[in-house]
């Protein structure tokens, strides 16, 4: 059975860190283009990250502008893994955070059409 399991969501003040982690399992995330994906209240989803699996000459990470300096994102294909890296958290970045993989190499963009979504992990940033 493929799945997608995120952990490392939380409460954190503004200003702090998070680090979100996204392990597969039932297939390998090599061929992948893996990302995160956030819904807020009311909202709807936005595409924050994406990773592909290959280097190309325009590189291989994606950000929306909201998150970029901020965010950064992260893949380790032996563990079947990818990390997002959050600081200097803000209110605004409260929502459910999750992660999907797209069934190319090349995400082309922060927000690719993905096949594969995880449950998501709740983010709150407050005081």
């Known amino acids: 059975q493929l799945q997608l399991v995120e952990s490392g969501g939380g409460l954190v003040q503004p200003g702090g860190s998070l680090r979100l982690s996204c392990t597969a399992s039932g297939f390998t995330l090599g061929y992948y283009s893996l990302g995160w994906v956030r819904q807020a209240p009311g909202k709807e989803r936005e595409g924050l990250s994406c990773i592909s699996s290959v280097v190309t000459s325009d590189g291989s990470t994606y950000y929306v502008d909201s998150v970029k300096g901020r965010f950064t994102i992260s893949r380790d294909d032996a563990e079947n893994t990818v990390y997002l890296q959050m600081n200097d958290l803000r209110v605004e970045d409260t929502a459910v955070y999750y992660c999907?993989?797209?069934?190319?190499?090349?995400?082309?963009?922060?927000?690719?059409?993905?096949?594969?979504w995880g449950q998501g992990t709740q983010v709150t940033v407050s005081r």
């Open positions: 999907a993989a797209a069934a190319e190499p090349y995400c082309g963009g922060e927000y690719p059409r993905y096949a594969f």
